[in-house]
């Protein structure tokens, strides 16, 4: 049972406490400041120089490039690969790099780190996870939903497994669109049962709700605004074209065997009229694409999913790309136009990864791959010198890496990783694991999180700096200890203060200090005076944690 | 999902009504609402200035607090007491709040369209129902928004002991979302520094020599108008040092008062809550959770109004003799009431059609009832004109509040939004 993989018997768990802390002790004694122990993932350097890769990837390039010698923009040169390698952890794992895996990285040969960080990151269940909870919020939104027939932890670790064997996407979503059967046993059941509305007289799942979920999460686009009345407003979308999608999910009901296809047809009253009709099932653009056959949610799911539909494609380009960059490259990330026009085109590359999107069969890894690939995601967020700095156009044309605040979750984790010399995953470390879900859930609370609001970009608030700079998570984390905290560990095992303020910087903000940084705080920590030189590495820790740098995707 | 509709079309049309000449009100306020406007009297007292939201976290029954049908089946046992008002009665757990019924409006006639919690919390907090594609904001951050001040050190937004679902900024901005302070010990959370003053100035200039690293070759407005990073750190350190801090603290006020609000965590609120108010705070929610009752309902409801009378009765006391009533609008409410039907584990379950709020102060009428349930508690029709709107209240509120509830503010989507699209009742205001 899936349960089990997450919540083990008791006896287990005793047995992995008491293995960890013993583990955790001998660990203390091996130095990880120069460990390079962890297990190297399957990686094919030669696999990303091949044509079938590079094209697309130079393609995306070309566009980009053209469109700022258009705009008369000077891209930002280069970020450095640590940079980079913090930008992917953030976005695929939620959590920045430990010490340990900079290391490891960092032994790669250059030019190839970005791509076996990548192979690093497939092979990491956090990975799976993270990339399964921030997918299911466009699914599913973060909602409890309906008591008892949802269980939204089992969808998303359902999707997790999916993502984890990198199944196709078009099937991913095929199994979404036409699940059956129990929420407990057929976990994707409850993409379907988190629509039921439990107050309303009507039994079984929402169609309204159903189709205005996959048209915007798979195809991105809003035809639910029509769902009351025709628009007026420039679309071309009547209302009978939401009703008549909303129809496919007719059928579908609840029976005491979960969601099953026996329902009654979909029935609306449209405005003006008396009587609800009897909708068809009739798709609102390209229908050439739709089966004639077969059950009506199965017919949708093939249309939805149709590799002519390029709506999906680009649906999904946009969403992977929000989620690497804290920024979609259409905005807002569940609406593209269906077309693009001369005076609305499309933005570079959006096209070249679609298409290279559907060529290589919905592969979710080669898409991430090739956008971690590209010049765009490469690019620095900064100028190298003060008089030049980026623009906000530089921003609006990604001729410069985009700042996006971390979610909260994101914070939490980095607090937690920073203050670990290993990386902290779901394998290893369960004792960590525990003590972080506890402390995540208290922190996301406090430092707010946006739920659906994915990339909707603002500045930071007054109980984040002072949960930041008071709180107990962080004051827990810095603070001298020696078995638990990579600040206490870093200081009692580095040879010199220059190596000590290295591996801290290296651990919080995933580079190395200016020269200036580390003149300062080598100082800082020789300096006779009142306090310890625990104390001092704790506020060395306190300071890097509290910084811009630290809270922002950059 | 009732009107989710945005888009840069909406802009384009928007623009074009404005170049038109019709303006932006026009078009998503009928025009004869638009018109009627112009006869409203305008607010006959000086407007209120603050709001305090007593949170009735989980829908409290009506019928077992403000509107009482004592001997008919719906009651069950729950008998009515008289007021402070002649004929109007309420449920004997309130006898406290029942001598202060002079200095309420009572609306016995709530319609809302919304059964779930979450959903329904949104609703009653912000007056529009929830919406994919936005996030309104609750009334406190548009009485904060639409209300500045001369700079306060501590949060014009305040939530104490906040619920699952706190007030919030919504499209107004996270720097709306109510300040949360968990407990009711004086001490806000996170103000204190962990360490000793002279060891957090080292702190602070240690991190400003990272600041100055990551400066270094960007926009020299970035903090001030994106991030917001070292501004907000500016304005976090000088709440933590600020005198107005003492306003969280009730052990100033005198024995006899803190013990008239009642020893519970709620009364405590409250008491902060006046302190708040009167150092200079906009809003301030205080939450009582316990009123979701499916099963035992009058037994739980006899703990929760004996945490709920005290405290109430002696706010709407207390801001009157600090003379802060006329200048604060005080609503107890809830998400939704609960059905008439007693189910079968004795309690009552969620119920839109037909519930109370309580307001008071800040020019609402006092010892005013509106509306009624009928003694078979059956659904309020939503079209009956007694019929009050969960939207109708904020429009109200904020116009007493001297808030232009119809002004359009473009949300980040770039869809405009009126503040309120509800109706002033006039009849609750004096």
Not at chain 2, 274 to 285: F, H, K, M, N
């Amino acid at each position: 049972m899936p349960s089990e993989k997450i919540a083990p018997p008791l006896w287990q768990r005793n047995l992995l406490f008491a293995g960890v802390c013993v583990a955790g002790a001998g660990a203390v004694i091996f130095n990880l400041l120069t460990s390079d122990t962890m297990s190297a993932p399957k990686h094919q350097a030669s696999r990303y120089e091949k044509p079938s890769f590079r094209t697309t990837v130079d393609l995306v390039d070309e566009q980009f490039a053209a469109d700022w010698e258009k705009a008369g923009l000077e891209p930002t040169p280069p970020a450095d690969e640590l940079t980079q390698i913090r930008r992917l952890s953030l976005g695929l794992t939620g959590t920045i790099p430990s010490l340990q895996e900079i290391r490891a990285v960092e032994a790669q040969p250059e030019g190839e780190r970005i791509q076996w960080w990548l192979s690093h990151l497939f092979e990491d269940r956090r990975t799976s996870e993270y990339l399964a909870e921030r997918f299911a919020r466009a699914y599913v939104g973060v909602e409890n939903g309906p008591f008892l027939i949802y269980r939204r932890r089992r969808f998303v670790s359902w999707l997790a497994d999916e993502f984890e064997a990198n199944r196709p996407y078009d099937k991913i979503v095929r199994s979404l669109i036409t699940a059956e059967g129990l929420w407990t046993n057929n976990p994707e059941v409850n993409f379907v049962t988190v629509t039921v509305d439990q107050n309303e007289d009507k039994k079984g799942p929402n169609e309204v709700k159903l189709a205005a979920r996959v048209t915007r999460a798979f195809l991105g686009v809003r035809i639910d605004c029509v769902q009351c009345h025709d628009d007026h407003l420039g679309d071309d979308w009547l209302q009978q074209d939401f009703h008549q999608l909303a129809s496919f999910f007719g059928e579908a009901d609840m029976a005491i065997s979960g969601i099953r296809e026996t329902g009654k047809p979909y029935e609306f009253k449209y405005r003006r009229q008396r009587e609800p009709v009897k909708v068809p099932t009739i798709v609102p653009f390209q229908p050439e694409l739709l089966p004639e056959r077969g059950r009506p949610r199965h017919r949708l799911a093939r249309w939805v999913t149709h590799k002519e539909n390029r709506a999906f494609a680009r649906a999904t380009v946009n969403r992977v790309w929000a989620l690497m960059f804290g920024r979609p490259l259409v905005e807002p990330v569940d609406e593209i136009p269906l077309e693009d026009t001369p005076e609305n085109p499309y933005p570079p590359g959006l096209e070249i990864l679609a298409d290279d999107f559907i060529i290589y069969n919905f592969n979710l890894q080669r898409l991430i791959r090739i956008i971690a690939a590209t010049r765009a995601f490469g690019l620095d967020s900064k100028m190298p010198d003060d008089r030049t700095p980026p623009t906000l156009e530089h921003d609006q044309h990604w001729a410069a890496f985009p700042l996006s605040r971390l979610r909260p979750e994101q914070v939490a984790g980095s607090i937690i990783q920073a203050a670990s010399l290993t990386a902290i995953d779901a394998d290893s470390h369960i004792i960590f694991q525990l003590n972080r879900s506890i402390q995540l859930g208290e922190f996301i609370k406090r430092y707010g999180d946006i739920g659906e609001d994915e990339f909707y970009i603002q500045g930071g608030t007054i109980p984040q700096r002072l949960l930041m700079m008071n709180g107990n998570l962080v004051h827990e984390r810095i603070k001298n200890d020696l078995v638990a905290n990579a600040a206490s560990r870093i200081l009692a095992t580095a040879p010199n203060d220059a190596k000590v303020v290295e591996a801290t910087y290296l651990a919080v903000l995933s580079r190395r200090p200016s020269a200036e940084e580390a003149a300062y705080f080598v100082r800082a920590l020789s300096q006779k005076g009142l306090l310890s030189r625990k104390a001092k590495q704790a506020d060395l820790y306190w300071a890097l944690i509290n910084s811009t740098e630290f809270s922002w995707n950059h | 999902m009732n009107n989710p509709c945005n888009s840069a079309s909406h802009i384009t049309r928007r623009t074009m009504l404005q170049t038109t000449g019709l303006g932006g009100l026009a078009w998503l306020t009928p025009v004869a609402h638009w018109l009627g406007r112009a006869q409203e009297k305008a607010s006959a007292h000086a407007p209120a200035k603050s709001v305090i939201m007593l949170w009735m976290a989980g829908g409290p029954s009506q019928l077992e607090t403000f509107d009482p049908h004592e001997g008919e089946k719906i009651a069950g046992d729950t008998r009515a007491i008289d007021t402070s008002v002649k004929g109007v009665q309420f449920a004997h757990g309130l006898p406290q709040v029942a001598k202060q019924m002079h200095e309420l409006t009572l609306v016995r006639s709530m319609v809302s369209k919304e059964g779930d919690h979450e959903r329904a919390t949104y609703n009653v907090k912000t007056g529009y129902r929830p919406d994919p594609t936005l996030v309104h904001p609750s009334i406190g951050a548009v009485v904060c928004h639409e209300l500045p001040d001369a700079e306060m050190d501590i949060p014009r937004h305040i939530s104490i002991l906040p619920g699952q679902w706190p007030a919030r900024g919504g499209y107004l901005g996270a720097q709306y979302d109510a300040f949360k302070v968990y407990n009711t010990n004086g001490r806000a959370g996170n103000i204190t520094a962990r360490v000793k003053p002279a060891r957090l100035d080292n702190r602070l200039e240690a991190l400003e020599q990272v600041e100055q690293s990551f400066a270094r070759g960007r926009r020299a407005d970035l903090d001030a108008k994106t991030t917001l990073h070292n501004a907000t750190i500016q304005k976090a350190l000088r709440m933590m040092s600020s005198k107005q801090l003492s306003a969280f603290d009730i052990t100033q006020a005198p024995t006899k008062t803190r013990a008239a609000f009642g020893d519970t965590n709620f009364g405590r609120g409250c008491l902060a809550a006046i302190q708040l108010i009167g150092a200079g705070v906009r809003c301030v929610e205080v939450t009582l959770n316990g009123w979701d009752t499916h099963a035992n309902n009058h037994e739980a409801h006899v703990t929760q109004n004996a945490i709920l009378d005290p405290a109430f009765a002696s706010l709407i006391r207390e801001l009157r003799t600090r003379k802060l009533l006329d200048q604060t609008i005080v609503i107890c409410a809830g998400e939704f009431g609960r059905t008439p039907k007693i189910n079968a584990a004795d309690g009552r379950d969620h119920w839109p059609t037909g519930f109370s709020i309580a307001l008071a102060g800040g020019g609402f009428r006092a010892g005013h009832v509106h509306g009624a349930t009928a003694a078979d508690g059956a659904k309020l029709d939503p079209l009956d004109k007694e019929s009050i709107h969960v939207a109708d209240i904020h429009t109200t509120v904020q116009h007493a509040l001297g808030i232009d509830y119809a002004k359009e503010l473009m949300t980040p989507i770039g869809r405009p939004m009126a503040l309120s699209d509800g109706r002033v009742i006039q009849t609750l205001l004096k």
